[in-house]
């Protein structure tokens, strides 16, 4: 039976599940045998994209040393695969839970390839990790309180958490993929997460927007509050973890807590954030969460 609170699917909705999940059989991989795992990778190469590190643009890049700055490169890569790893594994009990649950019978054949592919991408990211740096780092996310909220509007806050995720790591793996200055196994992973990622990425905007237009039918002001400030609050928060204290550590930075608060606070930073936010900042300025840009 449906209530208030269950999940209502469009056509648009229901057609982009059957052309997602097309796809998804049409582009399936084994991606045990897709990668070739070198021995090691060069302590003195790139692990990252330049304008992707953390001190790009900032006053502190200049206190580092060459062999720092590419041990750092080495260590926020670490750190950025170590950050899928832990979301991926959170919206995988996100969508365990909902996956032929009543009201999501039309997403429920695409979830079948997201949660498979999910769980293929937590396994190369977490094999390059210990391959390569020995450990993953651990969970920094940041928890928000435990708040009770309609059904309607938790809906709506999971898969907005699972999108801007998914869009936030997707604008480091297009970058990444395309960079000749990076060794083809860094290169490699972040090319087919991003293949992969465009479809979850059409997929969960699709969900979003139509979880979002229930939500405004419901005409609750104090709940459309909330989903605004939460998306925003997200979006903060994930940005935050980009800046990794072990990280610092493991590239021989000393006082990593000083030299983080430093990065974190130099204004050169701020245009970056724009930047890594500003797909997610668009999509929710055209469905309406956020307010439009005045000219």
């Known amino acids: 039976m449906t209530t208030a609170a269950t999940p209502v699917w469009d056509e648009e909705v229901a057609t982009a599940v059957r052309r997602l999940t097309a ?3 049409n582009d399936y991989y084994n991606p045990y045998q897709t ?9 003195g190469a790139l692990w990252m994209s330049e304008d992707l590190l953390t001190v790009h ?32 594994r959170e919206l995988l009990q996100e969508v365990v839970q909902r996956i032929h649950a009543p009201g999501y019978e039309i997403p429920t054949p695409f979830f079948h390839h997201f949660l498979g592919e999910e769980n293929e991408h937590m396994w190369f990211f977490a094999e390059f990790c210990l391959r390569y740096g020995g450990r993953l780092f651990p969970n920094r996310a940041m928890a928000f309180p435990a708040e009770k909220h309609s059904a309607m509007l938790d809906n709506f806050i999971v898969f907005s958490r699972i999108l801007i995720f998914e869009q936030i790591v997707d604008h480091f793996n297009s970058r990444m993929a395309a960079d000749a200055a990076l060794p083809e196994t860094i290169r490699a992973i972040n090319r087919v997460h991003h293949q992969d990622e465009s479809r979850h990425i059409a997929f969960g905007a699709q969900l979003v927007r139509a979880l979002w237009e229930r939500l405004r039918e419901s005409g609750d002001e104090r709940e459309l509050a909330t989903a605004r400030q939460y998306v925003q609050k997200y979006l903060a928060s994930s940005i935050q973890q980009l800046y990794s204290v072990e990280a610092y550590r493991d590239a021989g930075i ?19 954030h724009a930047s890594i936010t500003a797909r997610t900042d668009t999509f929710y300025r055209r469905i309406g969460v956020f307010e439009q840009r005045t000219a």
């Open 23 to 25: 796809a998804a059989e």
């Open 57 to 88: 643009g900032t006053a502190a890049a200049a206190e580092l040393d060459r062999e720092q700055y590419l041990a750092l490169s080495k260590w926020e890569s670490i750190n950025f695969y170590s950050l899928n790893v832990h979301g991926i």
């Open 254 to 272: 000393p006082d990593p807590f000083a030299f983080r608060a430093k990065v974190v606070a130099d204004p050169a930073r701020s245009a970056v």
């Open 35 to 43: 990668f070739d795992w070198p021995e090691r990778i060069p302590e």
